[in-house]
């Protein structure tokens, strides 16, 4: 009978609140088994995103390995944003700060839209020298990034203390050649660089840089012999491929400049520089109807670059096409202002062919409307006035008001 009581006692049914209870008591059971699950979940998935191990994160030195890795590709946006990333895991790398610098100053080169990159890598060149500025690597970049600003007398400087520091660092050496380049000492830029590619260790700059020197002593076939094993180690990096025409341009080549620019535009389809330069160079060749293709192309890709509009209207004027000409150049006036351009830097020729245009075309009110918009501005600048009109005003047009 003890047992009986005891059994009944075992398996008698719960209380409400007993009941209560343990389902509280399984749901948090249930919870915890949950978020157990997606936490290893979700570590498991970082250790595939990052290839790190357990209890570390993505470090500066895989991410500047991975800027690398996509540098070598030819993928400068993705080098310049986990060089970016490097940098901000670990301010103090070095080689994410070089790499970052160059592909920077690449970039510059790709197209027009790029161009600040090269201003953006000397401030950041620049901050990074304070930290450490007897760092050679860090000099070697500065001197890189100063020297495609066009600054070569401050950039020989930079690539000289470099070159204190470390003479064995080729990259120093070749911005130090590319800067002896700019002020015209071409065989000194030429025996520079050639040191550069004989110590190794920045081979893309130093071959770079041989190249120019070569085309700078007027050595095109060379300077193109030795641009292309840049070319064929970095296949998809499109400043070579710019730098490849420009050379062949000089020879006279001008089919294996016309490749060179195709292969920036397989490459990269919405490029705006290799489509102007298609469409000078066929107005070279006088093909007319090309030209006017390749620039209305530049202008859909770009509707805010005034040059892709002068070069436009220009082919348009020389086809005849009057009307469209001066609606080109028209654009191109209004963009200058509109972006504030100072005035010595404005492109004249806009104003002064959509004039003539509107002389062609009779279009008497826009032609002294821009005449006298030339004549206000120009006088502010040191520039002979070849456009002049009578008082009465041009003759074609019979009534005409122009400012004095």
């Keep these: 009978m003890q047992i009986q009581r005891n059994r009944r006692r075992l398996f008698k049914r719960r209380s409400r609140p007993e009941r209560r209870r343990a389902g509280c008591l399984s749901l948090t059971v249930l919870i915890g088994v949950l978020v157990s699950i997606a936490a290893l979940s979700i570590n498991w998935l970082g250790l595939r995103l990052f290839n790190t191990q357990p209890g570390t994160g993505p470090t500066s030195t895989r991410l500047a390995a991975a800027a690398g890795e996509a540098f070598d590709r030819g993928d400068l946006d993705e080098a310049i944003e986990l060089a970016r990333q490097a940098l901000s895991a670990d301010s103090s790398s070095t080689s994410a700060l070089v790499l970052l610098t160059r592909a920077l100053v690449y970039r510059s080169y790709v197209d027009f839209n790029h161009e600040r990159d090269r201003e953006v890598a000397v401030q950041i060149a620049e901050e990074a020298l304070r930290d450490d500025p007897n760092n050679a690597e860090r000099l070697a970049a500065y001197a890189f990034s100063l020297q495609a600003n066009r600054r070569s007398i401050e950039a020989a400087?930079?690539?000289?203390?470099?070159?204190?520091?470390?003479?064995?660092?080729?990259?120093?050496?070749a911005a130090l050649a590319l800067a002896y380049g700019a002020v015209g000492s071409f065989e000194i830029a030429r025996r520079e660089s050639t040191q550069a590619l004989q110590q190794g260790g920045a081979p893309l700059e130093s071959r770079r840089a041989l190249a120019i020197s070569y085309n700078d002593l007027g050595n095109y076939r060379l300077a193109l012999e030795t641009i292309k094993p840049a070319i064929d180690a970095y296949p998809r990096l499109i400043p070579l491929y710019f730098e490849r025409a420009l050379f062949a341009m000089q020879?006279?080549?001008?089919?294996?400049?016309?490749?060179?620019?195709?292969?920036?535009?397989?490459y990269d389809p919405d490029n705006v520089k290799a489509h102007l330069r298609l469409c000078e160079l066929s107005s070279t060749m006088r093909e007319r109807r090309a030209a006017v293709d390749y620039c209305t192309t530049v202008t859909r890709l770009d509707p805010t670059f005034s040059q892709g509009w002068y070069q436009l209207g220009f082919e348009q004027f020389l086809s005849g096409d009057y009307e469209a000409a001066q609606a080109a150049f028209n654009r191109c006036t209004t963009l200058q202002v509109m972006q504030g351009v100072p005035v010595p830097e404005r492109k004249f020729e806009c104003w002064y062919l959509q004039g003539q245009a509107a002389e062609i075309r009779r279009d008497c009110p826009a032609l002294i409307a821009t005449y006298n918009e030339f004549r206000a501005m120009t006088a502010e600048v040191p520039i002979a006035?070849?456009?002049?009109?009578?008082?009465?005003?041009?003759?074609?047009?019979?009534?005409?008001?122009?400012v004095p």
């Design 385 to 402: 006035q070849t456009w002049v009109y009578p008082p009465e005003g041009p003759p074609v047009c019979q009534v005409a008001t122009v």
């Design 157 to 173: 400087q930079v690539a000289s203390q470099a070159l204190q520091q470390d003479s064995s660092n080729t990259l120093a050496r």
């Design 251 to 266: 020879l006279g080549d001008s089919d294996t400049a016309t490749e060179s620019w195709f292969q920036v535009i397989a």
